[in-house]
């Protein structure tokens, strides 16, 4: 793909892209790039296959290079974000005229549209007249041919149509803040240059299953054998471990009988080795399914070692309220009996971590926020306080309804204090997903 | 940086760095690149500036064209990550060794290093004797003159040394797994080939301001009003809003005492103009300072719209059970009432979000749990439940002690659901590490 010297014209072939963010602050490590990945997911979601991402500084130099090297490498479109902006320093569209060899053009009804916008901000950024008519003038240049897409932030977009010999490939050129990259995209989509090159897609069929409780080892295995009668290569498969859920996405060309094949022999081999672990078919998260479970039920928690962590996502969703009646932290012994009314003799025998204990956290949830379903979660998250019989990630559970039934479980978990934490709050959602499924 | 034209040998100038992340699932979109910031931002601290970060797929003319891209761009250090398995896929040291004109060898310490390591994984990857020994061999070959450096999972990596006229550059071979990366890191920087690099480096000097409660745009400005008077040019100043936290950044080379005046007069101006808004000039965390001003007391927190976030943040440090006795989520009104003591006339007459319950719901926190401090937090997380009066973003906050003081606070907050949760989390922080360094 990167050095395919067939070019970007040859019959058939799905065009490819690359991506550059610019920004020196993406470079010193201390931020994440968040646009390359959404774009990059975005552009596959259509069928166009990112072959680079480029995290280049903001000198003139570095992004022409990196644009040079995109073009060398055969790509039919280039997507940059960054550098668009109304200061000095932020010159990607100065550059993009200048490789593409298109000179900038002032685009008057962008500038009003910008000098709109400007204005607004003026106070904020305590410029004087002439510096803001400046940046003004500065955002409604447009490279020749280009087509300008209506500004989010203060800046706009471009969108310049793929050219011959020396620079090949269409050029987006879309802002820094990643607010303002998604509030421009069906725009952008929508223009003259990129409707041109989306003619020759066709957007991928995808499958994405999620699976809980099997190592991506096992996957991995599976995909061996799948691949010992059936040829995979027209499949592209991803595994990945996520949130402690394995995501495996199926994407194929839809008009591809052999991926279609491969896509059939490895769901089926997935769901017969894995059937039970599959949760979803559809990419819905744990926290989606749960969501719908629980409408017309209500439900409460007892906290030990997550310490709130899976009240707090129980909540997030908009409209948690209608079944999320509370939780209790009971970090020490005493929370434990004042406010679950676990018995103090109880913590005695068996201790604060165990299934008794959990079972007890359950019940007094049950009880004090008079739900339908109520989970306990009491574990050594660690570093500290493990020993030989209750070593760190020692996690017990309990998850009870007011009908009388129970979900116990008492795994070690591995991995450190965070992950111990996190990997149980997970865990916890599925097994109260469990005991929504049967009752 | 990038077209350097002298070229790495120039007396005087700092290295300069490139990394290349490989693995398809990066470009797909799905997976974020860990390993290139983290790597940048360790470079950073050695002294050595990153030019480039590029993320390329698995086929070896990918991760080819990536590195014959930064030796052409005169970067002194490559660094790659992923790729180093032990299946046909892995491909970067061979490609390395290829680039750099170095041919591989067996080195025989490796073989056995890696294959004690694989025989340990050999039931979970379930592989035949003829496979194991065949990844065993691949991943103990190391490109001539390079040195090995021991595994943290199964692959080894390589430093080579630096290179004549065809390929310049030093480069690093990491693994891809993050944790293989950081647990490996020490180990790469003693290797001889790159303590040639690092003699010709030196740390640069960091200050590290943070701030909370002052917009970005502030910022700007007072940076504005210190470039007038001052040259900042020698400083590198990176600002970045991160967890709500302005944070401010300066760098500089330590024998550069222009640098050392623009830093001196940017301090002073930050100090000047938003001292109170500046709560840590070593990097530490809010999270950080909390827990050493907790120490020797006790805390408790009652939420409603943060729903245990509060309560899972206080409790995420190892140790977190020496102040921490627990807190309760009162997500519904009735437990507000039953576990806090709230009165119900005076849910009736304000609000469940309004200062007076917050003031009773913190006041419920102390006296049920015994501690020294608790925090209550209520307020409308949107993006339903808003009115005139208490619009979405509405959040209550009281923050009492056992001796008798408060602070209340009541702002509307920015933002959505999400939003207003985690800023409401971090501004209850705040008021906590007030309260305490006050009393």
């Known amino acids: 793909m990167a050095l395919d010297p067939a070019g970007p014209d040859r019959a058939g072939r799905a065009p490819t892209a690359g991506i550059v963010a610019t920004g020196s602050e993406l470079l010193a490590g201390r931020v994440h790039d968040a646009n390359g990945p959404w774009i990059a997911e975005r552009l596959g979601e259509l069928g166009i296959d990112v072959a680079h ?48 060899g298109r000179p900038l053009e002032l685009d008057e009804h ?3 549209v910008v000098g709109d916008i400007i204005a607004r901000f003026a106070d904020r950024l305590r410029w004087d007249a002439a510096a803001l008519a400046e940046a003004n003038r500065k955002q409604a240049m447009v490279p020749h041919g280009a087509t300008a897409i209506r500004p989010v932030g203060t800046a706009p977009g471009l969108a310049v149509p793929r050219g011959s010999d020396g620079f090949a490939p269409t050029v987006l ?21 990129l409707r041109a090159l989306l003619e020759r897609t066709a957007p991928f069929d995808e499958t994405h299953l999620r699976l809980f409780g099997v190592p991506e080892s096992e996957i991995a295995a599976t995909l061996r054998a799948v691949g010992e009668h059936t040829d995979l290569a027209p499949l592209e498969i991803t595994t990945c471990l996520r949130d ?32 039970r672990a ?5 990419g819905q998260t744990i926290d989606e399914i749960l969501f719908g479970l629980l409408e017309g039920r209500t439900i409460a928690t007892a906290e030990s070692c997550t310490g709130g962590l899976l009240a707090g996502r ?29 018995p103090d003799e109880l913590i005695a025998a068996h201790g604060a971590v165990s299934p008794e204990a959990a ?11 008079g739900v339908d379903v109520a989970v306990a979660i009491s574990g050594v998250a660690g570093p500290g306080g493990g020993t030989a019989e209750k070593p760190v990630g020692y996690v017990c559970f309990s998850v009870r309804t007011a009908d009388g039934r129970e979900i116990a479980r008492d795994p070690v978990l591995p ?15 599925h097994l109260v997903r469990r005991i929504l499924t049967e009752g």
Chains 1, 2 share one sequence.
């Open 278 to 282: 599959v949760f979803s078919r559809t």
């Open 244 to 275: 402690f859920t394995l995501e495996v996405d199926l994407r194929r060309r839809p008009d591809d009988g052999a991926a279609r094949a491969a896509h059939d022999a490895v769901v089926a081999e997935i769901e017969g080795r894995h059937g």
């Open 314 to 342: 129980l909540t997030a969703p908009a409209g948690a309220s209608a079944h999320v009646q509370g939780g209790i932290v009971s970090y020490s012994n005493e929370a434990k009996e004042h406010l679950l009314g676990v």
């Open 53 to 100: 991402i480029l995290l280049v500084g903001d000198r003139p130099d570095e992004m022409e290079s990196a644009l040079r090297y995109l073009a060398g490498s055969g790509v039919d479109l280039v997507v940059t974000s960054g550098g668009l902006g109304p200061t000095a320093d932020d010159l990607t569209a100065a550059v993009v005229a200048d490789v593409t």
């Open 415 to 429: 991995g450190d204090r965070g992950d111990v934490r996190e990997r149980s709050v997970v865990l916890a959602m």
């Open 110 to 112: 962008m500038e009003k």
């Open 173 to 193: 050129v879309l802002p820094g803040p990643p607010r303002e990259v998604r509030g421009m995209w069906d725009d952008a989509l929508a223009s003259e240059p």
């Open 359 to 369: 079972h007890a956290m359950a019940g007094g949830a049950l009880e004090r926020f």
